[in-house]
């Protein structure tokens, strides 16, 4: 499946800006199971520093600098990205490590070999994710038993979140802490990601934190509305002598070809789209738009509007 993806970002300052500095994580990886065809990032004003690099996690990190007097930031990435996910490894033809037990799992992850070295920073507390209480633990032995598969119980435990928690945009932001996320069991798909992998490491398996894009489709017979999708954010877990494993708990779902991946890392921190430091004196309003759709369909009404 070919999509294009452009993601609108735009700041309105009530008394402009003189200065800022700006990190975005807006380009799509380039994986296998997921090719980058294409990616154009605009920004307005015109920045007078721009830098594009790898970050640790090997994400993509667009660094630029506006040192213009400005009341609008605007930031659009349009990205071209052909999904396969046929092509990735797929864990039903991995028996052993599918089955294997959680005692099976935390005594291999003690192991020396590079890809467990590097799953095990995954372990740690994270900027978001450093305040993991006896609820979160207790949510996720429910799940979690020693001689129980940790891709069953992982499982488990995406259906539970999709169950128990409650879908609301205004409850909470990216300061909510995790414990009340749990407490009053509502958020986003950044919530329920951080959910579940405070749940993971909490019995102390390594979990990642995916940012991305899921294509949303329209009701039947309604025609989609552009700018209706949003970022979207899940998880995976580490499987020794697999590799990750990826869960979507807000749709209760493992990701396959309508799931974009941009980035991933320790928590929502590691990955914001788009944060950085400004020099002004007023009030900023944000507005944020995402729109994806297979650019099949995208060929097809521009032919039909042609022939009309």
Not at 233 to 260: C, M, R, Y
Request: aromatic share 10%; net charge negative.
């Amino acid at each position: 499946m070919l999509y294009r993806v452009i993601h609108t970002t735009v700041y309105n300052y009530d008394e402009g800006v003189t200065f800022c500095h700006n990190m975005a994580v807006l380009k799509p990886k380039d994986i296998k199971g997921q090719a980058l065809v294409d990616y154009q990032l605009e920004i307005t004003p015109e920045p007078a520093e721009f830098s594009e690099r790898e970050d640790f996690f090997k994400n993509t990190i667009t660094r630029f600098s506006i040192q213009e007097h400005h009341k609008q930031l605007k930031v659009t990435a349009t990205s071209l990205v052909r999904r396969d996910y046929t092509q990735q490894k797929d864990i039903d033809v991995h028996p052993k490590a599918k089955n294997r037990t959680l005692t099976e799992t935390l005594a291999m992850l003690k192991g020396y070999e590079p890809a467990i070295l590097d799953a095990r920073q995954f372990q740690l507390d994270s900027v978001l994710l450093h305040d993991i209480d006896k609820n979160i633990k207790e949510y996720a032995e429910q799940s979690f038993q020693p001689n129980r598969s940790v891709y069953e119980a992982t499982y488990e435990l995406m259906e539970r979140i999709f169950k128990d928690f409650e879908f609301n945009t205004s409850f909470t932001n990216v300061a909510t802490p995790i414990s009340e996320v749990m407490k009053e069991k509502k958020g986003v798909c950044q919530d329920f990601a951080h959910v579940a992998i405070a749940c993971l490491r909490s019995v102390k398996l390594p979990a990642r934190y995916v940012s991305g894009y899921i294509e949303t489709l329209p009701p039947p017979g309604k025609e989609k509305l552009i700018g209706t999708d949003a970022s979207h954010a899940w998880f995976s877990v580490f499987l020794p002598e697999f590799g990750w494993v990826d869960f979507d708990p807000t749709n209760n779902q493992v990701p396959k070809n309508q799931h974009i991946i941009v980035a991933w890392g320790r928590d929502y921190y590691d990955v914001a789209p788009l944060k950085g430091v400004l020099y002004t004196s007023g009030a900023s309003r944000l507005k944020v738009s995402v729109d994806i759709r297979p650019a099949e369909e995208e060929n097809q009404q521009q032919q039909q509007q042609q022939q009309q």
